[in-house]
């Protein structure tokens, strides 16, 4: 990693309608998901709109989505900024099965994490988007099984 990269903040977005739901990630993300990562920004939405907005602006470098979020869920909201926003940033799920994995695929997540958060799984998940993202280019794909 070179010291520009060291140097740097990534930003990631939480979107959950539930306050409990954006805290607890937060406080599993910690200030820094890996020691070869740099250190991270978390910015809280609990609208559709808001997500869409901060997304927009391209300072967003992984979001992280509630598929149990009312009215919008974030499987849905992951299909509709990959659609829609060009060079989406990687997207992680929050499921609340295992079965529903085949909805994150769906959703073309890079990455799912179940309920109840584990804040040692969630983490990991997060740094191993960001670290493939990183290593591939615009419209590689990208694949994470979790």
């Known amino acids: 990693m070179s010291e ?54 391209g300072k967003v470098d992984l979001a992280i989505l509630d598929g149990e979020a009312v009215p919008a869920g974030g499987m ?12 989406c940033p990687p997207v992680v799920v929050l499921i609340a099965r295992p ?17 109840p958060l584990d804040p040692i799984r969630l983490p990991e998940v997060v740094a191993d988007v960001l670290r493939r993202a990183r290593d591939t280019q615009p419209g590689d794909a990208v694949v994470v099984a979790s």
């Open 76 to 87: 849905g909201l992951a299909r509709q900024v990959k659609d829609e926003i060009f060079e």
């Open 99 to 115: 079965q529903d994995a085949w909805l994150a695929t769906w959703s073309r997540a890079e990455g799912a994490v179940g309920y």
């Open 4 to 57: 520009a990269q060291a140097a740097e903040t990534l930003t990631i977005l939480v979107y959950s309608d539930d306050r409990s739901v954006r805290d607890d990630v937060r406080l599993a993300l910690g200030r820094r998901v890996a020691a070869d990562l740099p250190e991270i920004e978390v910015l809280d939405a609990a609208t559709q709109p808001a997500v869409i907005a901060m997304m927009d602006e």
